[in-house]
């Protein structure tokens, strides 16, 4: 039975949902995870429909309430072993919340939660009972990303100077939520919360940043502008940082930015080299020292050289499954998401403690680190950018 | 039970078997069909032990010919709806031969086959039959790809004039072969053939040229070089051909180009304009237009304009799947052969006629040309580069 | 004579000057202006020395003031056209203002002066005297700099809603100033006034910023960091912006970011469409319209299309000069500078008008906007990034 | 006086001449050398009127037979210290027959004349006389070309087993030649002499190529198509070759490919490592090892390291002149050459050795292997792409 596939709930993912579908994708794609159930849609009896009408037919629920309840009671190999939260920012708090109490480990769309308070009910939480709880930050799944943490980590680039890391969309340039219900929730506070650019995107940008470097923001000073006419939250974001080793950062995102599309990109600058990395360009991480020829460690042909040094074995495999010159796009950074977070619930479930290699996906404290960023950014935002401390 | 995923058989797989890998991420990623059992290696004890051990346990068999007998001997709904050939070039042959006699349909691994006669041989017995085949030709299932072709055949760039097709890879600039055996059969002509880097991936050159330009080969003067001390079969490649409209054009692919990862490139000059596209950057195509800015075409992004004038609302579709700047990689592409295969096999399962548009997998007629390209250029190496016909 | 080389003075530029070399280069290079004399050195007995050992002998002085006063006293066509100054920043202003007041043209390296009190005297002494004065920001020399102005002003992108506009170095990233004189005086507050980095590069960000756009800051937020141990003035700089049409933008530099080069970089975000320029990739310019392909317009390949309507004649002509694909430089927008400095010289020399397009050079008027905007910078910074309007 | 600047005449370059604008301002460019008189035009008239209304006014010649005869009669000091020769094609060999016997050094445009047997004369003349002689190769003045030859012939690529040299533009994609003068006499036999394409730009491939790896072609095997309907010369240029250690190589060239401007690119592969380099991207070289990142050299920021080893002291300060990440462009290209022809002529003049230190300039007989490649390729083409020595 160990090798059973595992099964996979799904809450929220009906309708004209669009993240659900990469996300069954990364679930499906090794043969080892299966979509089995789901409480797709709000009104009870369309989810049913819709589930009957899933790609394969689902195990359909009326509610996440009904899903809930229903697998926790079901054994062990025949419940879900994970459930997927894949609904609007405001209906992550309270699924999530519930899937813990009943002991099923979630993995739940970014942001965590609509505030602060939600994070910390929810970090509780899981300490408390113990259920692996992954946050999708997909771009945390790139291989590249590992090699960037890896580089930076080490402390091959010196001590971090400097750290700028941004994300620029610009299908918000118009008013597109008068016709496209993506954008339409994302612009209204009561589904976004207090954010929309900055929520949406520059917490990928965030956690892009803590998640290589391993530094925290402590303060932030930040500019959210609304400048489409009629918009209430932002869609243009610029946080300048203080990090936790004293270095400054900005944390940039933009929905206005005309022919960017998904456009992701950090750079760091050590006492002793950078590195670039884009998302839109995820098999090559470029890295620079001083004097030297720019050098470009493409995914999967990256060896032990002598900037390097040695590569973690793990580190190495990981990036050898596919080999080089054959693009891994998102659904494969998700896939990795998924691929650990089922490495960790097996771990999980059977006893044994999960592995200690960092795994690419973010936990409820880094989501909690997200919401709690995004806060303290719209707090200096109305205090004229002023400096605020990110608790 | 229409909707139920489809069942899928391996021929090959085992050991240290590479390319299984990918395919069978692609044939899950969507949750439509499923591998469920195997004779994965030659030996019937590894093959029985390696079905066990399989991410998840599969029906084991312990040959190929075991599998097609058993399967077929299933009502349809029980037996597996395809069989995916993985095996080295020489083992293609025979069990494709033999799935098509038992009415079970083949998605197989290029080339095709190890000479002409047996590539007459299956499309023969294909014609015969009805029964869905298709060739793993991945870089058809591009989107851009589709676009390219769509560009090309409507007339948008005029007459083609030029095209150049390559193929460049480093990996066996070294004796790679005497440790690693992904290189062993491949330079091995009782494995691979009669060619080694024109069949392997000059191939895919060549099927990007005919697929995009719907033209073909009609003479080939090739030059074949096995570079690297102590080989038989070509390491490099380069064919001049002349094409069923006059125009000519070249095929070019090289294992000996260090630094080159999996380069597969087309460039098409036509009367009235250009493109351009690279497999290691496969989401944009480059259109070039006298007089007028290079325009770069994102997938996903990509509206009718000025140029294109209208485009198939399938084509639209089939961008929009995953936003544009959330790269499609590698495992996109592929699954999107076995996706279109899956529509066919649904289609003729129920007796219908399988879609009009042109699916991103190579027919058997296609694996077949591949063949009969390299006969030519082969006849053509050996008789100082003289041109042949590629009938 | 009015065909004879304009004759050019050099004040600085001897011993281990750099950006002379550059600037002779550029002079030289249509034929039709000619270095002839120099106070190349504040020693005169070396002023003399370096004279006769330019490239080719140059008439010496000894000083700046002896330069000025006895070319001054020469008739038309014998004494030099216009006076290139080429000393380090604290050096700018003097002979800058007693060349004004001799009726010599002056040729000033940026920035034009140590503070806003110079500044502001250098403008009124030019209003008054009438006397052709420009100042060295050489990157609006780039022909598709001034396509980009074209394209903004002509409001193609319809309302700029954000810029962002940079210049990243690295050769500050370690204590360089122990050994090499260029960075010596930079990190100088005597020589190098307010500001090392936003002064030296920030700059050349901020004109980019208004050659393009024709905005103005009028308030501005700064952080101006010394990162390398032991500085007094600022290696990296960020400054968010108002703009004068109610805009927000970021003026960025550093000097620490190892890898970068003379990257300098800007985008513009309008209500209609982006454009991205870069000065180390100088040939293009990418313009990006919503739901249509990214466009690349290069120099000389320029025709006006359905998205830029008809171009001036002599935007056209000027990108032809040398035929796209063969790359111009940064010799090539120097010399541009200078050769549209002559024109108005000759025009001015004559009595005419200079021509009405706008020149590649700054004006004094915007060399006293770069000092303002550092001014304003500073007390920024020393007030915790406080917002202060740019007057 | 051993410090005046060179004195240059031109024969040809007036009318619509386009050749000789760039070289005037590569001439000018260091202020070391300067255009005093010219023959610019066949109607001697026109040839005096044009040189009076130069950018500036010169010593006027009606025909070249005058100005050289003139000139050479002049004392050293007085007369010109060399010829430039921008005539068309058939007009090279007999001026720079003339100057040659009048014992003025020439640098003349490429390809060095009609035919072998000229060419073979003028190789003779300049080996009799001891002039000074250079042939415009200007790619070969890029810093980066001069890096790649320091590789290539250092060994650090191993053995070189493959290049792929190519030089491709769109002009000619349509009848060009119809209005355009330049057009006009490049597809004239009676002014290009026996190929188009081949001769115009695919002899610069070769010339890159031979520069870099020191390495000949012995034989071809060329297709030479016109694909414009109406043309009789080449348009579009395939040459297959042997080189003079066993190699193979490729030399291509279209002037049909739309959408290319003066792409001009060339990659080695060594049996230890790869190189490539763009013209159009001049100033960054890509090195690619076996296992290693890709490496980017840029000019003026290379450094001896692990892979380089020692850097010649010149190659050095060559690549510092002006700061890496300031483009050098095609001007600083061509101005190298004439720099590097001026060092030469001082030292002939002064009856001294040239320096070993190779030049950028191609020599008499660098010109007449382009001319023997063109031969050989014509004779390959009208006899079914035959192999052909290249002697």
Partial sequence: MTNEPL???????????????????????????????????PDPEQAMRQAREWPYPLRGYGSYEELIRAEAALPVGERVDYVLIVTPNHLHFDPALKCIQAGLPVFCE???????????????????SGVPFAVAHTYLGHWTTHLARHIVRSGLLGEVR?????????????????????????????????????????????????????????AVSAHMDAIVPGRQLDDHFVANLRLSNGARAMVRASQIAIGHLNDMAIEINGSKGSLMWRQEDPEQLRVMLPGRPDRVYWRGAVQPD???????????????RLPSGHTEGFHDAMARLHRFFER????????????????????VEDGRAGIAFIAASVQSHRNDNQWVSCA
Same sequence: chains 1, 2, 3, 4.
């Fill in 7 to 41: 099964k996979v709930g799904l809450i929220g993912g009906g309708g004209q949902a669009f993240i659900v579908h990469p996300h069954q994708r990364a679930i499906h794609m090794d043969g080892t995870r299966r979509v089995v159930c789901g409480a797709l849609f």
């Fill in 110 to 128: 970014k942001p965590l939660t609509m505030d602060l308070e939600q994070a910390d009910t929810l970090v509780a939480a899981v300490k408390k």
């Fill in 162 to 218: 400097w750290a700028d890391s941004s994300y620029l969309q610009g299908w918000l340039a118009a008013r597109t939520e008068d016709e496209n219900p993506q954008a339409r929730w994302r612009v209204d506070p009561k589904c976004a919360g207090a954010s929309c650019c900055g929520g949406d995107i520059g917490t990928h940008a965030l956690m892009q940043l803590r998640f290589i470097t391993g530094l925290e923001p402590t």
């Fill in 306 to 320: 002598e900037f390097l040094g040695e590569l973690p074995q793990w580190l190495i495999d990981e990036g050898q």
């Fill in 344 to 363: 960790d619930i097996r771990a999980w479930r059977d006893g044994g403690k999960p592995s200690t290699d960092t795994p690419p996906y973010a936990t």
